[in-house]
């Protein structure tokens, strides 16, 4: 399935257990970008009048396998201006996820400090492309177009904390990009510290905060995206990473922190 179909299936049966479909695996779990997306959607229409996004914690409690989740929804606080959600997620009767989300409406504020714009990198057309090979990359690897021009690839032993380049979603799309796209077009990129490894290692994320700075109305999920990561940390089997991701005019859409567990 697509990700604009998955996210379709979602939107028509808003009470039903979610589906998920096998080709989207990282290892034994589901990729956990389509993990997030699909929850963030389910959370959505558990809204009567959504506000912006500012911000989503997400926990990854357990791998989640292909078939059916179990989404439940629960609205914790609904003030004038912000509104925070809490979904769970299940598969036989556990929690495999947990989901915060907070929403907020612009206000008026004497503190303005802007981000700073994307980093200096090279085209993605003179970028090395990053290749979907069946049986060596991870399943879902195969939707997204990626182009290297930071870092190495992982497993190749790099002494840079630094990872990055360019990304979009292969599937045809015209519409603006979505919070459920946005979430799949960061989460895409493997962790920075598989870069350092000089083999393959399993890992997981364990944590996921995402902010939300600014949610373009004129890019949709086919443009190209630039990302980076930095290793903040990385010790007792833990790494800590701090990413962004800007739009196709420079501009930062979201930064996040994901604490990733490492078996190596």
Not at 117 to 123: L, W
Not at 217 to 237: F, K, L, P, R
């Amino acid at each position: 399935m697509k990700f604009s179909e998955i996210l379709g299936s979602v939107r028509d049966n808003n009470s039903e257990p979610v589906f998920i479909p096998e080709k989207w695996g990282q290892g034994r779990a589901t990729f956990g970008g389509l993990v997030a997306a699909i929850v963030y959607e389910r959370l959505i229409q558990s809204l009567e009048k959504p506000r912006p996004v500012q911000s989503i914690m997400v926990s990854f409690v357990a791998p989640v396998a292909p078939g059916e989740l179990d989404i439940q929804t629960l609205i914790l606080r609904e003030g004038k201006s912000a509104i925070q959600v809490q979904s769970s997620a299940y598969q036989e009767g556990k929690v495999v996820a947990v989901m915060l989300v907070s929403f907020g409406s612009e206000r008026e504020s004497i503190v303005s400090v802007l981000p700073e714009m994307a980093p200096e990198f090279k085209a993605p057309q003179q970028a090395n492309e990053f290749p979907y090979i069946p049986g060596l990359t991870p399943d879902f690897t195969q939707y997204f177009d990626y182009r290297y021009t930071e870092g190495k690839v992982p497993f190749m032993g790099s002494k840079d904390t630094h990872m990055g380049g360019w990304i979009k979603l292969r599937e045809p799309t015209s519409k603006v990009a979505s919070v459920p796209e946005i979430l799949a077009l960061l989460d895409a990129w493997p962790p920075a510290v598989f870069t350092m490894l000089k083999k393959p290692a399993s890992g997981s994320s364990l944590t996921w905060t995402i902010s939300f700075v600014e949610q373009p109305e004129d890019c949709t999920a086919n443009d190209w995206w630039q990302y980076q990561a930095n290793i903040e940390s990385s010790n007792h089997g833990y790494s800590h990473i701090d990413a962004s991701l800007w739009d196709k005019n420079g501009r930062v859409a979201v930064i996040s922190r994901q604490t990733v567990s490492v078996f190596a």
